[in-house]
Every structure is written in structure tokens, then in C-alpha cells.
Nanobody, 116 residues
Framework: QVQVVESGGGLVQAGGSLRLSCAAS????????MGWYRQVPGKQRELVAQ???????NYADSVKGRFTISKDNAKNTVYLQMNSLKPDDTAFYYC??????????WGQGTQVTVSS
């Protein structure tokens, strides 16, 4: 079975940095997209960043210039480098893996808290 597991969340002061990791395991092949989403209580889950098989990326406007998504194909791992963190970045962050023609897989999430 395909699984995705996030790590790297925690508590950081405003202006600080964190790096989230998402490791995918199982039968993974073909085209895929991996991305990061975040959600706070009472609000809709929102896309933070995605990276495609081609290596191209897209970001939410709110994080553009501060966050960077990258991947290590050999390790089936995607990273989210978060710099210049703001209190508004506080959320539960989820990793999503899309295997084209196969399915969509979510990680369990990891909490990111940015103190002011």
C-alpha cells in the first residue's frame, strides 16, 4: 500500500525557518504530483505548494518567495523549506501524493506553530 508520512513540524518564532519532509513508500511509479496543503480549524484546507514530475512548481500567493518545495525522486521524498515564517502560517500541514490513474494519498499531517 502507498503511504505518505510527514515530519519536521514544530514550534518556531516569527521570522524563523522550518523544513518539512514527506516520504512516500509503496508501489510508486509513473507520473505523479506531490504537494503540501495546510488547514486551520474552521477554515478550508488550502494548497501551499505543489511539484510535478517535470520538476515544475506552483505556490500559493501567500507563501511565494518564502517557501520552496523540492523533491528527491530516489527517496520518494518531497520537502517544504519554510523561511520567514509568520504567525499566519500556523496550521496543520498535510502532504498529498497523486499517482495518475491510481489514486490520491494523504499523510497524517504535522503541526506548524509560529509564535509572534
Amino acid at each position: 500500500q502507498v503511504q505518505v508520512v510527514e515530519s519536521g513540524g514544530g514550534l518556531v518564532q516569527a521570522g524563523g525557518s522550518l523544513r518539512l519532509s514527506c516520504a512516500a513508500s509503496g508501489s510508486i511509479f509513473g507520473e505523479n504530483t506531490m504537494g503540501w496543503y495546510r488547514q486551520v480549524p474552521g477554515k478550508q484546507r488550502e494548497l501551499v505548494a505543489q511539484i510535478y514530475s517535470t520538476g515544475s512548481t506552483n505556490y500559493a500567493d501567500s507563501v511565494k518567495g518564502r517557501f520552496t518545495i523540492s523533491k528527491d525522486n530516489a527517496k520518494n521524498t518531497v520537502y517544504l523549506q519554510m523561511n520567514s515564517l509568520k504567525p499566519d502560517d500556523t496550521a496543520f500541514y498535510y502532504c498529498r501524493l497523486v499517482l495518475y490513474g491510481s489514486g490520491v494519498y494523504w499523510g497524517q499531517g504535522t503541526q506548524v506553530t509560529v509564535s509572534s
